[in-house]
């Protein structure tokens, strides 16, 4: 029997890569797109192909375009020959201050994180729904909680929230869709130095604001994945957040 395939987008670096290598380590067979770390993806499909020859592969594409993410479709499904898990993962952050946003901004952070996922999901449903599989969107804490001077980002990921509850009804009964809520999982760079009393401040006052007082990591957003995409077989439309508890307070 052929190998299951799981399609990661955005999956060269953190949490995209421990995905793709969570699913490898459980048989799957592995495609990931990039949009700029070719380097980044080249080596992490080199390094799963090494363990298991023919198991993983990379494809350039621009969530932002149409053309783009219809080819990456494609070229997946000609190349692993089925579909079994889609995990949308690809994403644009960065500040866009209101009163002073653009259409250009407003275009790449709604099409990195919404408009490309869902015209992909639409792509890859026929063939998601023939193996009774599994769709996967990496929401963000800030779907539920805008962050302050990121007004379309955070609207870009309360879309892909909504569009989780929505392909849980248009796909099934054949197709589950799921999402998976990162919280705290790595120290922004404001706080990564570890000698500055004020920076360790700063991280502590983060900790006070997580009931477990601690980070996540990576590998805990991955087994979330796993979990919604390949063991929870009678959950769909939900988003299940991985934060320590941040959420609660």
């Known amino acids: 029997m052929p190998a299951k395939v799981v399609l990661i987008t955005g999956a060269a670096i953190r949490i995209g890569a421990c995905i793709a290598r969570t699913f490898h380590r459980s048989g799957f067979d592995v495609a990931i797109s990039y949009r700029s770390s070719l380097t980044a993806a080249q ?3 080199d390094e799963l192909n090494a363990i298991r020859e023919g198991s993983a592969s990379c494809w350039h594409a621009e969530m932002t375009d149409n053309a ?5 479709g494609n070229d997946v499904l000609a190349h692993h020959k089925r579909l079994d898990v889609l995990v949308n993962n690809a994403s644009s952050f960065y500040p ?14 709604v099409g990195s994180n919404l408009r ?3 015209f992909l999901t639409q792509q890859l449903s026929a063939e998601l729904a023939a193996n009774s599989g599994a769709v996967v969107n990496l929401t963000d804490t800030h779907a539920d909680r805008a962050l302050p001077k990121h007004p379309i980002y955070s609207i ?15 796909l099934a009964p054949h197709v589950r869709a799921n999402g998976v809520s990162p919280g705290a999982i790595l120290w922004p760079p404001s706080l990564e130095d570890d000698t500055d009393p004020a920076v360790e401040a700063g991280r502590q006052k983060m900790l006070a604001g997580i009931p477990l007082a601690k980070l996540g990591s990576v590998q805990d957003i991955a087994d979330t994945v796993y979990f919604v995409a390949c063991e929870a077989t009678y959950l769909t439309g939900q988003t299940i957040k991985v934060d320590g ?4 307070r």
Do not use: I, P
């Not at 866009?96 to 952070?109: H, K, V």
């Not at 508890?245 to 609660?248: D, E, K, N, Y």
């Open 43 to 45: 080596a992490l499909v």
């Open 68 to 72: 783009s993410v219809s080819k990456l």
């Open 96 to 109: 866009t201050a209101y009163g002073e946003s653009t259409q250009a901004q407003w275009d790449d952070l």
């Open 116 to 118: 490309g996922a869902y």
């Open 156 to 170: 870009a990921k309360a879309g892909l929230k909504a569009m989780t509850k929505s392909l849980a009804v248009e």
């Open 245 to 248: 508890g941040r959420s609660l």
